[in-house]
């Protein structure tokens, strides 16, 4: 309980992950519940439905019933924020004539994500498979970090970006491709102090057992 300062202003919510398959990093939570911390377990959202058309609505989408209906057959014991994210991520991009298609867990939907940034978003496999391990593997880098990271490759740099429409004077990733990757993963992705970006923990993990 050392991270939490003597002198605090009350109603602090502090977040921990409470997960039998990660027991190195459940140790924070373990820690809270030894405390005279109030704790509340996180589990399936009541309203599931609710919650996710609200999520749509801050994208000014919707979805049909038979839609909802199929959502809530592939999210059954699954009905968690995390869960509910990166479905709304899948559902926004979907016409009302469309079907849902979605992973019945948690674990398969991140993975699943992941992959149609490739195969239906075109973007680049290679660059996605660099960027998202630099951050997955560290504890968060900057921006100027990550960019860095990216441009002192230049092997990489002419594989992502070749010099076939256009000539690379710089030498350096266009930022359309960095732009596109931080608008697709922005909701994944959380601004530690001194601006680092971090991935959440579960999404960390996914990304680890994916790539590495």
Do not use: W
Not at 94 to 122: C, G, P, R, W
Not at 127 to 150: H, M, R
Not at 172 to 195: D, N, T, V
């Amino acid at each position: 309980m050392s991270f939490i300062p003597e002198n605090c202003k009350g109603k602090i919510i502090i977040s921990a992950l409470d997960d039998k398959r990660y027991p190195q990093e459940s140790l924070a939570c373990f820690e809270l519940r030894k405390s005279s911390i109030l704790y509340f377990e996180v589990k399936e959202i009541s309203d599931f439905n609710k919650f996710v058309l609200k999520i749509l609505k801050s994208f000014n989408r919707t979805i049909q019933e038979d839609q909802m209906r199929k959502l809530l057959f592939f999210s059954e014991g699954n009905r968690t924020p995390f869960y509910a994210v990166i479905a709304c991520e899948e559902l926004k991009r979907l016409s009302s004539k469309d079907t849902v298609m979605l992973a019945n867990s948690q674990d398969y939907i991140a993975q699943e994500f992941i992959e149609n940034l490739s195969t239906l978003y075109h973007h680049d496999k290679f660059f996605l498979q660099k960027v998202l391990l630099y951050l997955a593997i560290t504890d968060g880098l900057s921006e100027n970090e990550l960019l860095t990271l990216i441009n002192i490759n230049k092997e990489f740099i002419d594989k992502v970006a070749p010099e076939i429409f256009h000539k690379n004077l710089s030498h350096e990733l266009p930022l359309i491709h960095y732009s596109r990757f931080m608008s697709a993963m922005k909701p994944f992705l959380r601004i530690a102090k001194k601006m680092i970006l971090k991935f959440m923990f579960l999404l960390t993990e996914n990304l680890k057992m994916q790539f590495l």
